[in-house]
C-alpha cells in the first residue's frame, strides 16, 4: 500500500480507501456484522486506513456496522464522516444544517462509531445557502478545539458541485474536499481540482468506478433490485454510461482487471489524494487494494508519505 498527506494535515492516508453508503442498505444488499468485520479486517491487513461514511447511511447504521467492526482498534484507522441529512426511506434525505442540528448529528455519530473523535469531518452535499448557515463553521470550528474532530472538510454535492464551496475551504477551516471523479465524470479537473491544489487540500474521489459501471460488467438494458439506489436511474441514462464506459475500455492496459485501472487513473491527477470506492466483498477488497501496486506514481505525487 502506498500513503500520501490529506492536504496541510498530519493524516497519512492509504491511496485506496473504503467507501461505505453501501453498508447503509440502499445498493440492493444488507450488511451482518461479520461481513463487515471481514472486509476491514481484511482492508487493515493490506495497508488501507481510511473509512468513510456518512450520517445518513442507513440512519447511522453504516457508522454503527463500522463502530462495532473497529472497536479496540480504533487507532488503526483514519474515520471520515459527513453531517448535514437525516434519514428517510426510499433514498429520500432531509436536510438538517442548522449548528445545534449539527450538533446533534455529531454525537450521535460519535456514539454509533464508538469512539471520542472523528478524524475528518464534513459537510455533505449541501447548497451554498446552506455552506453560510449562520454559526455552522464557528460551531464547528469549536469541535475541532473540543477534541471531538480533528480536521473539517467539505464533500460536494455532484449535482450542484459548488466551485464557491471548494473556494471558501481555507477561510471556514475545511481541509479536504470529497468530489464525485472518476474517468467518465472529469468536471472537478476544469472546476474544482486547480482551487484544491492552491489551497493545499486533500481530495477524496468518490465514485470513481462510476457506481461500478467502470468495472465493465454492466451491459445496456441493466437492471438492479429494488433496495438499490441504481434501480431508479432512467434506463437512457444508464445505457449513456455503459457507453462511455465501452468507448474507453481501449485504454485498459491488456490483462488489467478494468476496475483496477479506473481506481489507479483517478490516483494519476496530482490533485487526488485517495480513491474511496465501495465494496460487497472481501474479494472487492482485495481487488482495490491491488491498485496500489499497479503504478508508481504514488511515489512521485506530490502529496506522497
Same mark, same amino acid.
Given at each position: 500500500?502506498?500513503?500520501?498527506?490529506?492536504?496541510?494535515?498530519?493524516?497519512?492516508?492509504?491511496?485506496?480507501?473504503?467507501?461505505?453508503?453501501?453498508?447503509?442498505?440502499?445498493?440492493?444488499?444488507?450488511?451482518?456484522?461479520?461481513?463487515?468485520?471481514?472486509?476491514?479486517?481484511?482492508?487493515?491487513?493490506?495497508?488501507?486506513?481510511?473509512?468513510?461514511?456518512?450520517?445518513?447511511?442507513?440512519?447511522?447504521?453504516?457508522?454503527?456496522?463500522?463502530?462495532?467492526?473497529?472497536?479496540?482498534?480504533?487507532?488503526?484507522?483514519?474515520?471520515?464522516?459527513?453531517?448535514?441529512?437525516?434519514?428517510?426511506?426510499?433514498?429520500?434525505?432531509?436536510?438538517?444544517?442548522?449548528?445545534?442540528?449539527?450538533?446533534?448529528?455529531?454525537?450521535?455519530?460519535?456514539?454509533?462509531?464508538?469512539?471520542?473523535?472523528?478524524?475528518?469531518?464534513?459537510?455533505?452535499?449541501?447548497?451554498?445557502?446552506?455552506?453560510?448557515?449562520?454559526?455552522?463553521?464557528?460551531?464547528?470550528?469549536?469541535?475541532?478545539?473540543?477534541?471531538?474532530?480533528?480536521?473539517?472538510?467539505? $464533500?460536494?454535492?455532484?449535482?450542484?458541485?459548488?466551485?464557491?464551496? &471548494?473556494?471558501?475551504? *481555507?477561510? /471556514?477551516?475545511? #481541509?479536504?474536499? @470529497?468530489?464525485?471523479?472518476?474517468?467518465?465524470?472529469?468536471?472537478?479537473?476544469?472546476?474544482?481540482?486547480?482551487?484544491?491544489?492552491?489551497?493545499?487540500?486533500?481530495?477524496?474521489?468518490?465514485?470513481?468506478?462510476?457506481?461500478?459501471?467502470?468495472?465493465?460488467?454492466?451491459?445496456?438494458?441493466?437492471?438492479?433490485?429494488?433496495?438499490?439506489?441504481? $434501480?431508479?436511474?432512467?434506463?437512457?441514462?444508464?445505457?449513456?454510461? &455503459?457507453?462511455?464506459? *465501452?468507448? /474507453?475500455?481501449? #485504454?485498459?492496459? @491488456?490483462?488489467?482487471?478494468?476496475?483496477?485501472?479506473?481506481?489507479?487513473?483517478?490516483?494519476?491527477?496530482?490533485?487526488?489524494?485517495?480513491?474511496?470506492?465501495?465494496?460487497?466483498?472481501?474479494?472487492?477488497?482485495?481487488?482495490?487494494?491491488?491498485?496500489?501496486?499497479?503504478?508508481?506514481?504514488?511515489?512521485?505525487?506530490?502529496?506522497?508519505?
Amino acid at each position: 500500500m502506498k500513503y500520501r498527506r490529506l492536504g496541510k494535515t498530519d493524516i497519512r492516508v492509504s491511496v485506496i480507501g473504503i467507501g461505505t453508503w453501501q453498508l447503509g442498505g440502499e445498493w440492493g444488499k444488507m450488511f451482518e456484522q461479520t461481513a463487515v468485520d471481514a472486509m476491514l479486517e481484511k482492508a487493515a491487513e493490506l495497508g488501507v486506513n481510511l473509512i468513510d461514511t456518512a450520517e445518513c447511511y442507513g440512519d447511522h447504521l453504516s457508522e454503527k456496522l463500522i463502530g462495532q467492526s473497529i472497536k479496540g482498534q480504533r487507532e488503526k484507522w483514519i474515520v471520515a464522516t459527513k453531517f448535514g441529512h437525516r434519514f428517510k426511506p426510499n433514498f429520500d434525505r432531509d436536510c438538517l444544517f442548522e449548528p445545534a442540528q449539527v450538533q446533534e448529528q455529531l454525537e450521535e455519530s460519535l456514539r454509533s462509531l464508538k469512539t471520542d473523535y472523528i478524524d475528518l469531518y464534513q459537510f455533505h452535499s449541501g447548497s451554498d445557502e446552506m455552506f453560510n448557515v449562520p454559526g455552522l463553521w464557528e460551531m464547528l470550528q469549536k469541535q475541532v478545539k473540543a477534541g471531538k474532530v480533528r480536521y473539517l472538510g467539505i $464533500s460536494i454535492s455532484r449535482k450542484q458541485g459548488s466551485v464557491y464551496q &471548494v473556494d471558501s475551504a *481555507s477561510s /471556514v477551516g475545511a #481541509e479536504a474536499i @470529497q468530489v464525485v471523479y472518476n474517468r467518465i465524470e472529469r468536471k472537478p479537473e476544469t472546476q474544482i481540482f486547480d482551487s484544491c491544489i492552491r489551497q493545499n487540500l486533500g481530495v477524496l474521489a468518490r465514485v470513481p468506478l462510476a457506481s461500478g459501471f467502470l468495472s465493465g460488467k454492466y451491459s445496456k438494458g441493466a437492471k438492479f433490485a429494488g433496495g438499490d439506489v441504481r $434501480s431508479v436511474w432512467q434506463d437512457d441514462e444508464m445505457n449513456e454510461l &455503459v457507453e462511455e464506459v *465501452s468507448r /474507453v475500455k481501449s #485504454e485498459v492496459p @491488456q490483462g488489467t482487471p478494468m476496475a483496477q485501472w479506473a481506481l489507479a487513473w483517478c490516483l494519476q491527477h496530482p490533485a487526488v489524494t485517495c480513491v474511496i470506492p465501495g465494496c460487497k466483498t472481501v474479494e472487492q477488497v482485495e481487488s482495490n487494494a491491488m491498485t496500489a501496486d499497479l503504478t508508481d506514481v504514488s511515489d512521485k505525487h506530490p502529496q506522497a508519505a
